[in-house]
């Protein structure tokens, strides 16, 4: 499904039964190109940066404000998710953020926001604060007003206020799962979403750090990916596996990016994820 800006979003792509063995078509043979020299690649391989502006060494939130904007009201969003999201798991922890904020921003630029610095605050921010107050970690109802409070207390205007809390309260799967009807997708929304599910797709795989922190099966053959999911059995995950979050989210989410930027990085990550499941089962069957 492509959308485009100002379309409505009204429901999610059907989600196809899989069989046994979950066969899908093999990933392209041919060898990989040999990467173009890059300076960092001689550096300790923990040790090496983002391109996105990330001072060497640096902890998360100590950024080059080349990068980010250099409000005090995105500084300060930078401050309040590093408290809040301090005692989650590495798969939603502040490092997860910055990443988000940074593809956002990267993707932005590509998209023509960048001539509209209201917009490019807009996403900023949304980025920043789009997980606090998530269901999935929240400690206390209390939580779900945080983003709000903190954006009447920086004196952000009306109008922008109003786009940050429509991309924080609407960008998760799960509102697609339901078919929230009357979704406004509006470019900010669009980019700051897209970077989200950029960040689940591709090599990082933060769905194991999450199902490990959730005491989850890694995988059992008689578990199928559900065929039909609901909003309420999506966001309680009973009985399900890792890898079947590959089959019922994340292999659906290359189609559903906003932005044209989005959908060219989709691509590559979304091959590398078929590469990637091949690999796996050889390795589960003992035959790699």
């Not at 391989?45 to 080059?64: D, F, K, V």
């Not at 990267?106 to 001539?115: M, N």
Request: with cysteine.
């Amino acid at each position: 499904m492509r959308l485009s800006f100002g379309v409505v979003v009204r429901s999610c792509p059907a989600i196809s039964p899989f069989h046994h063995r979950f066969h899908f078509p093999r990933a392209l043979s041919a060898a990989r190109p040999k990467a173009s020299h890059d300076p960092r690649s001689s550096a300790p391989i923990h040790q090496r940066r983002c391109i996105y502006g990330e001072t060497e060494g640096a902890r998360p939130g100590e950024r080059r404000r080349e990068m980010a904007g250099a409000s005090e009201a995105v500084a300060k969003a930078e401050k309040l998710m590093e408290e809040h999201m301090s005692g989650n798991d590495s798969s939603h922890d502040a490092w997860h953020v910055f990443r988000v904020r940074d593809l956002a921003l990267s993707l932005a630029r590509e998209e023509g926001l960048d001539a509209h610095p209201g917009s490019m605050e807009i996403v900023e921010l949304a980025a920043l604060l789009h997980d606090i107050g998530d269901y999935k970690y929240l400690r206390d109802p209390s939580e779900e007003k945080i983003v709000e409070n903190f954006l009447e207390e920086q004196g952000v205007e009306e109008s922008k206020k109003i786009k940050i809390l429509k991309i924080v309260r609407g960008m998760g799967f799960k509102n697609e799962i339901k078919g929230l009807a009357e979704t406004e997708v509006f470019p900010e929304f669009g980019v700051v979403q897209d970077a989200d599910r950029l960040d689940a797709i591709g090599a990082i795989a933060r769905c194991f750090t999450f199902g490990g922190s959730r005491n989850r099966v890694l995988h059992d053959p008689a578990i199928q990916p559900r065929s039909v999911l609901s909003q309420e059995n999506y966001m309680k995950k009973e009985e399900q596996t890792t890898l079947n979050h590959f089959y019922e989210k994340l292999l659906k989410l290359k189609d559903l990016m906003k932005t044209k930027a989005g959908q060219r990085r989709a691509e590559k990550r979304h091959k590398f994820m078929l590469e990637y499941l091949e690999e796996f089962y050889k390795e589960w069957d003992g035959q790699a």
